[in-house]
């Protein structure tokens, strides 16, 4: 499975269907706020520094040495978007597109995904599941060819696409509240609540293990963030009550109802985090890493 780059197409056809999807990206975005970064840049250097501590011995120490280019290069992704008319779709998916949750009329093969709905709609809906199936087989090519610094750069990137799919609001249309009058939300839920009380963040995740199937399972960690959609728009109705705008007041109430929610989805994308990492150098054969 490869997913949408922004190479020439090998055809007339091809380039007529490419126009026709570029159009029906450009319309969709069109009157609609951007997508928020996912929790934040603070956040997602969080996930990645508690990731490298759920490695294996194994690969552990590579990975400690290589945790501040991790660290500096995790936000890659959310300035590709800049340069890429294809990026954007790769960090979300619009699950609330496809019928009722757990939205099992959506196949989880790429392939199977168009021929069922048109390529048009699902990369208007967002491709985050495929994306990271797709880099988790990047990165391990990487791996298997000893190519180390590509080897970072994809875990670094990997690691941004995991985030997203912990980020409830990267799994539904109304990604900030735009559509029930909350405008804003995925700044005030992704980013300064987590600015405002991760010093309160004490846990630790759980080790990485092996994970069979990438793509079925970034399909499962969309699925079970998008449960607390509801909560989180919820939450920032009840908070904002009739306080006059979005105050210290305000955040109080908020982090009071979903902070738990928050510390979790971190604490479970650094798992997954490294638990990918782990993934790819296993499928590659458990190449000896530099350093180790």
Do not use: C
């Amino acid at each position: 499975m490869r997913l949408p780059s922004g190479n020439n197409p090998r055809s007339p056809q091809d380039q007529w269907r490419n126009g026709a999807v570029a159009a029906l990206l450009a319309a969709a975005m069109m009157g609609t706020p951007r997508l928020a970064l996912a929790w934040g840049s603070g956040a997602n250097r969080l996930a990645v520094r508690w990731a490298v501590d759920t490695l294996p011995v194994s690969i552990r120490k590579y990975f400690i040495a290589h945790r501040p280019y991790l660290l500096q290069h995790v936000n890659d992704p959310s300035q590709w978007m800049k340069k890429d008319r294809y990026e954007r779709m790769r960090h979300y998916i619009f699950l609330d597109h496809y019928g009722m949750f757990p939205y099992l009329d959506l196949p989880h093969s790429y392939q199977a995904a168009v021929s069922e709905y048109g390529a048009g709609k699902i990369k208007a809906n967002g491709v985050l599941p495929w994306q990271i199936g797709e880099y988790s087989l990047k990165l391990t090519e990487a791996m298997k060819a000893g190519k180390w610094d590509d080897v970072r750069e994809d875990a670094a990137a990997l690691a941004y696409y995991v985030a997203d799919a912990h980020d409830p609001l990267h799994t539904t249309e109304n990604y900030d509240g735009q559509l029930t009058g909350q405008a804003g939300l995925a700044e005030r839920f992704g980013t300064q609540l987590f600015d405002r009380y991760s010093h309160f963040f004490i846990f630790r995740p759980d080790d990485a293990v092996k994970i069979e199937d990438p793509t079925e399972h970034a399909f499962e960690m969309v699925l079970e963030s998008h449960t607390w959609v509801d909560q989180i728009i919820l939450a920032d109705r009840s908070a904002l009550g009739s306080l006059p705008g979005y105050n210290g007041d305000y955040f109080d109430r908020f982090y009071s109802i979903v902070g738990s929610t928050v510390m979790r989805e971190i604490s479970s994308a650094a798992h997954d985090i490294g638990s990918y990492w782990y993934t790819a150098w296993l499928n590659a054969g458990r190449p000896p890493l530099p350093g180790q």
